[in-house]
Structures are given as C-alpha cells and as structure tokens.
C-alpha cells in the first residue's frame, strides 16, 4: 500500500509523462482514434482506402458488410480522424486522412 506522499509522486510522475492523458479533449479524441482502429472491419477499410478513395457502396461491395453496418463503421472512423469525406454529386467519397497516412 503507498502512503499518500508516495501516490503524489505517482501522479506528479503521470501528470509529467502522460500529459496528453489528463487533458479532457485530447484523451477523447485518442480515445476515439484508438475504437477506430479497435475492429477487424474496420482495420480491412483502412486498407482498402490506403489502396483508393471509394464510396460507400464500392465499400460495401468489396467487404461483404451490410450497408447499416458499414455505416456505422464509417461514422468511427471518422469520429477518430482516420477518414475524411468528399461529396461528389449525389455520392460520398472516403480517403484515409492525409496526416494518418504517415502515421
């Protein structure tokens, strides 16, 4: 068991290493990053748009993934920053988000 003066060092220690980690906005946005990147599905559309820009029924086609499902999928990961949408038209095109590429 710590004494208190050793769990303040802990956290000092925390507060100093992982500064990103107690900054509310930006643990949640790395929050969502990481759920995005948390699923098989979503891992094979990752690959597919690191390949090419596609709309979401060119999506559905290549991943056997229901339309409502792939949705969904796609609303993580642009909720984490990995895609970005163009609308072209009456269709939306997803692109892996240029800053993610390197990454």
Known sequence: MLSPAQLAEVKGQYEASFSLLHAPDDL??????????GDSTRLKIIGLLLISELCLCQLVELTAVPTSTMTHHLQVLDRGGVIVT???GKFTIYAIRESKRAA
Do not use: H
Not at 28 to 37: C, G, T, W
């Open 28 to 37: 949640a946005n790395q929050a969502y990053f990481y759920k995005a990147l």
């Open 86 to 88: 163009n609308r072209i």
